[in-house]
């Protein structure tokens, strides 16, 4: 009764906000089906207040209507953690889009779908700012032992079993591919996982500085304002050693 199915590809704002909610629901949601209501039940995990009102409105937008938002305690994180409930027609939405239910370690990953991968720039724009909001690790910067600093962003792991790992090398290469549209630097590695039979692929950008930013500037992160508030004072460094960099630069050939 929405009229979000099937997807209208020319609906290029619906299909953005589609594509950041997917993508973040993929990294940091799950979807189960309860036999009992016979309905599938969506729960999502946001740092702040702001992150849960800004997913509750682009779901409102879309035609949703709020979930039940409850709070976690949390030692590591100044903040709460909010956990926020949906029971019924929303987890069943994006399980049709092709979200998995159940423990995503158990079982093949699945492609990323025809919608995303042949979809607009923007509409995979948004799907990777989804995926970084939930996954992906911050911009930050660390005193190596000659006194420098170097700047860094750590992979985007997610975990398989061994039985799996290649499909979830295939969603990684596909995930590289679309970076790469946006002249973003980055391989697929694997660490192995401190559990047994466990493995982490994911996603490395590399860490020059001019990548760093490039990936900051074109996809940076949705639903998570601590990742972008934190990377955004290392990128802004970045940038002005690059000004200051060019301006010398500039004076020396003056000269």
């Known amino acids: 009764s929405l009229g979000l199915l099937p997807l209208k590809l020319n609906n290029i704002n619906t299909l953005s906000i589609i594509a950041r909610l997917f993508g973040f629901i993929y990294t940091n949601g799950n ?3 309860h036999k009992g209501d016979k309905t599938y039940v969506m729960q999502v995990y946001l740092g702040t207040e ?17 979930g039940k938002i409850s709070y976690t305690e949390t030692v590591q994180q100044v ?3 909010r956990t926020i409930t949906y029971q019924g027609i929303v987890g069943c939405f994006f399980k049709a889009l092709g979200i998995p239910s159940g423990k995503k370690t158990t079982q093949t990953t699945s492609a990323i ?6 979809g607009s720039k923007v509409i995979k724009r948004e799907f990777l700012a989804g995926i970084q909001g939930g996954d992906g690790c911050k911009i930050r910067f660390n005193k190596i032992e000659s006194g420098y600093y170097n700047y860094v962003c750590a992979a985007t792991f ?7 790992k290649d499909s979830l090398y295939s969603w990684m290469n596909q995930l590289q591919s679309l970076f790469s549209q946006f002249d973003i630097d980055c391989k697929v590695v694997e660490q192995k996982s401190k559990e047994d039979d466990r493995f982490q692929v ?3 950008m590399a860490d020059t500085q ?5 990936y900051y500037e074109h996809i940076g992160y949705r639903y998570c304002t601590t990742k972008m508030q934190q990377s955004g004072i290392t990128v802004d ?3 002005s050693k690059e000004r200051v960099f060019a301006e010398r630069k500039a004076r020396v050939l003056q000269d």
Do not use: C
């Open 31 to 33: 979807i189960t089906y």
């Open 50 to 66: 702001y992150d849960a009102e800004v997913f509750q409105r682009d779901l409102k937008q879309i035609g949703f209507k709020n």
């Open 79 to 81: 903040d709460n953690g």
């Open 113 to 118: 779908p025809d919608w995303i991968l042949n």
């Open 158 to 164: 997610m975990t398989t079993s061994g039985e799996h």
């Open 202 to 204: 994911g996603v490395k």
């Open 210 to 214: 001019a990548n760093l930013i490039q």
């Open 237 to 239: 460094y970045l940038k």
